[in-house]
Each structure stands twice: as C-alpha cells, then as structure tokens.
C-alpha cells in the first residue's frame, strides 16, 4: 500500500519527534503546505519544483525570511523522503529565491509603503 504525502509528513513528523525535536512550527510549514498541495495538486504522489515554486508565489506576502524558513522545513522533508528511496524534488540553496540584494530592495520598498 503506498503511503499518501499526509502520511509521509506524519511519519516524517515522528521521526523528529523520536529524537525530541521541537515540531510545531515545522508542523505548521509542512501542514500549510500539504493544504496547498490538496488544493492545487490533489492528485500529487511526490513532490516537484512546480509545487515548491507555486506554494512560494502563493505565501509571497510574507516576510522573505519566513519564505526561507518554510523552504528550509520542506527542503529536510524532501530529503526525508529521498532516504526513503522516495523520488521527489529537492530544492537547493539560492536556486528559487532572488539574489538577496533584489530581496531587501523589497524589503525597503514595502516599508516605505511604496509597494
């Protein structure tokens, strides 16, 4: 029987607990992304860079650091599931974000309100 993305997060989400790793925010990242993949990609068995990039542009409000983060929880997940044997996307540092210098431009532009 194969495993469903929510199942794999569960285990995923044991795993770390089993070592007694603080979850709840990585929780909350994978959980939001699993509900943007319910939503968009229903019938998603793996993970892919469509997703990843789509999930990102979907959450674009949020601060670019909050984006990193989220990224960094799902980039350990995709790597969990790549133990697994378990094909699927793992994104790679500074391959989907902006140079950081067009990031603090932003940055500075939504603070002057003039984004």
């Known amino acids: 029987m ?12 044991d795993f770390r607990k089993s070592f007694g790793c603080s979850d709840q925010y990585i929780r909350l990242n994978l959980y939001r ?16 860079r469509p997703m990843l990039v789509g999930f990102l542009g979907h959450n674009k409000n949020l601060h670019p650091n ?14 969990f599931l790549v133990q697994h044997e378990i094909k699927t996307y793992v994104p790679v540092g ?14 500075f532009l939504k603070r002057k309100k003039l984004l």
């Open 94 to 107: 500074g391959e989907i974000f902006f140079h950081k210098k067009i990031l603090y431009a932003l940055m």
């Open 2 to 13: 194969k495993k469903t993305l929510k199942d794999l997060i569960d285990q995923y989400l």
């Open 33 to 48: 992304f699993y509900q943007y993949l319910v939503i968009n990609f229903p019938s998603a068995k793996t993970i892919t």
């Open 66 to 79: 909050t984006l990193k983060n989220s990224v960094s929880c799902i980039k350990h997940f995709c790597l």
